[in-house]
């Protein structure tokens, strides 16, 4: 189980080796800011960037996430995160604390069209998607060379309606094996099963080349060409067990005109498909997505 | 039954009575162009403006249209139409002749949200709507002073559930009696009957509140909040009798992000309703929208 | 001098009357938002929006807009003003505590182009400009009746080269007499001298018609033209004494082509420079933009 | 001098083996479109695409783009052209003729930077650009190894100022022995002699790292920092001897906020430029662009 992080990676983390995430969820009620900003400033933090957002100030639910940087971090992971146990049971708090340093592991499933895996393998190349990307799984062998070319393991698992609880079983064994943090269907084409899907919440990201929730499911840009929509879409969001209603991460649109065929809307839909996809995944990567009531909260 | 037409509107009709479009729809193979362009030419028009579309150059549909000079033009206008009735019947032609100093007459029906409704009074006034507005109809008397102020007729009346078809015949009686050639919905947020609709092909277009096909049908902003959508558009398309699936004629969006409320995604979301309206107006007013299998060409 | 405040506005102060906002701009280092997050707590307030930006955590600026709740907070107004001076000063602040219901009072400038003061009029109507229009100045009669049918008072001040220290003595008598807190230059057309725009400092918008910082000064939509772009643009900015160098508020751009002759361009721009404006002025109300070395930060 | 020509590009060229583009650009006057499009009904062609532009119908120019299908076209090429040159000299037109089998041969210039690059490989190898790649010609070693990876011949030239002079005479020798009808300029950032410029009137295609004619010259990014704009943008134009002034082909934009310093600027602009430049490299090469007046006409 060979590591693969690139250098423009490894310099940047070196560089963060001090950061740290705090993601909070609570009932809304005064003094939350005070008191973690408080309790930051004790332990010698100073806060990089916070955000921010409450669904309604009285009752509701408020939401926070705050980049810091705290002297010898990595060596105080455990003592922070007991001390802020206190905070968070004060005020009921979900929370998260991650540090930078620990790169998040990354399994990229994909089939026959790479476009979104190329988009994602070039960002990660230039340092821009600071995650281990550990293995790509694939059901066809088109990605191979340029997988492997890249010394990323590369497992081929040929998938059909008949033969899925093996395909998935294989899969889950190499997540487990490669300790996989977050998967993300780079146009993998298949619909994974409920149990599959259950054992992983919010940790698979779908791009569905659709304006969700415009044209769930099959078929998209035939169905967009046949309604004669002026503008196609892309949605990247957390796969659930419903179809393509999954939290939404990220949008994008494209203006399109009468003389777009299928074959072209396609096309074009591919360059939105790539870069609402990558952006979803570096959001999840730096920890700025909170779900909340199948909505997501992008700070 | 008076007739309102504003300053620069006129300037503008007068400076174009030599004008003419040529909307031509018909199967596609070799000569069209060659004929139709002989034909204006022999007539001793001049080409200003020309657009044409081939679905599939092998057994598709062939779609032009046409803006020319032609001196004297509204002298000729049956001349015109006779002799281009046999290059029509020779290629099978659905085709219209319209000429720029004929405005075509509106009608626009509009309820409580008057956002659309000064969007094109507005552009109307600038001369940038070149109709004639004859008369605005609405349940509701909140409209009734900005249109009398224009000089505009302005007609209340009340619906309900109950008495549609007494209000439809009211409003049937009006359109004839204004000899109206295009009926604008502008928020309007009745449902109009199959049978009024029937009267009316693709001479009646609707704004809706979403981009369709998402959020077919009512209150599409609360349903947009609930699925958490990144992007909110607007879609102006000709009615037809199944709901919010007519011809598509423009559509734009919008980004929003989880901050925003559902009164916040429709007050943002009025800027893009009321554009999008007026552009699909305008298009109309501009014979540049042919409408073919459920979708529109748009030149 | 009467007042005009419409109901909209007056039915939202009112739900609104407890809602201060607090804007830092101060020195980065430890402990800011755990001193004034105390400071907010220990007085009752409840934070309903926060926002922070630090230029560089490490000696750079730091910037917070803070909009909170706090019972009977127009009581206080003072005793908060004096005790916050002290936290201010061990942090080195500048800072500005305001209260949602003192509306702001603007004052509109306009000239022959109305389609930017029509857009502020309307937002204003709905109640989306949260702002007192306390007067429209015009060196043109155009825009007197849309202006005077609001009970807004309009004064006509013709202005030449000759004339311009007259007229801006008289338009800063009007001013000072109208308690003016904004300037919106809505299409003025006119610029202003040296001593005018220092009195003023960050208290004047203006709308230039062009994708700052390309087509600086005059005609730039003949010069979008000569230059064939692709996309043209509106920005609004802060006025200074470099003419249209000032901070930058807001921007937008529209796509065109070859077909577009300048008077395209100038239509196809008023729907983006008075969106844009808009936006700028609304932003500039809700105490949403901090200047930082001629850059603004918008929260 | 081998050819390197994907499959993909290999069929679809063959399944346009009788695929012909006329581009005219004349004096506008009655009689053009009727006498072209006889030209070509009488040898066969039957129009697949068209369109045509007129800057003034009184006095101006036409542009005319058609695109057809003719039986046996590679057999007939010098045919055509003698006996569209009577059709041409009647009109006085420039004229050019194209057939969509012969691929244009193009260069692509690089430096350190390889976005750009692998968009432009990418695309060719998705069978998205109909062109022979017949070289990449650098002043760095860092894209030998995915250029040659392709089959395609990389040449590393080192460029100085002192030694400029050689470095064209060894360009322009590989461009005259390869065949060159493109050059693109794939952030190339040096700076073209102005023989070598004219020696290829709009044969080079450039893309700048900003929305001109913002930021002409060095280090567009860094100045629209400073600015404080809300919008980058990039720009693909035709290389002339005026700096960053030759006729746009295509822009487009990204809005930034003010959290974004140069570094970010830089990564974001990146996803933009190489769209940008792709789809300018693809009209070029589509025989899409006339340039007019230091202005293109894009059909």
Request: charged share 25%.
């Amino acid at each position: 189980m060979e590591s693969v992080i690139q250098d423009q990676i490894h310099t940047f983390r070196e560089s963060r080796k001090n950061r740290g995430r705090l993601l909070i969820n609570c009932p809304d009620q005064p003094g939350i800011v005070a008191t973690v900003s408080k309790f930051l400033f004790d332990n010698g933090a100073n806060i990089i960037e916070s955000s921010q957002y409450s669904t309604n100030p009285e009752g509701g639910n408020f939401f926070m996430r705050i980049e810091f940087e705290c002297p010898d971090i990595l060596s105080k992971k455990e003592v922070l995160r007991t001390q802020f146990q206190t905070v968070a049971e004060k005020f009921s708090m979900d929370w998260k604390l991650t540090f930078v340093y620990d790169l998040k592991r990354t399994a990229i499933f994909v089939s026959k069209e790479l476009h979104c895996l190329r988009e994602l393998l070039w960002e990660w190349q230039n340092g821009d998607l600071l995650t281990e990307i550990a293995l790509v799984v694939s059901n066809h062998e088109d990605s191979k060379a340029i997988v492997e070319a890249l010394g990323i393991p590369f497992y081929y698992i040929p998938a059909s309606k008949e033969n899925r609880a093996q395909v998935e079983a294989k899969q889950l064994e190499l997540l487990k094996e490669f300790d996989i943090d977050l998967i993300i269907l780079a146009r993998y084409m298949q619909i994974l099963t409920p149990s599959f899907v259950e054992a992983h919440p919010f940790k698979i990201i779908n791009i569905h080349h659709s304006f969700l929730p415009a044209f769930i499911g099959a078929r998209p840009y035939d169905r967009a060409y046949q309604r004669g929509v002026k503008i196609i879409g892309a949605t990247s969001h957390y796969v659930t067990n419903d179809l393509d209603e999954g939290p939404i991460i990220e949008q994008d649109v494209l203006r399109v005109d009468h003389r777009e065929q299928i074959e072209d809307l396609k096309k074009s839909g591919r360059s939105i498909e790539r870069s609402v996809l990558a952006r979803a995944v570096k959001w999840h990567l730096e920890d700025r997505v909170i779900v909340h009531e199948n909505k997501t909260i992008v700070f």
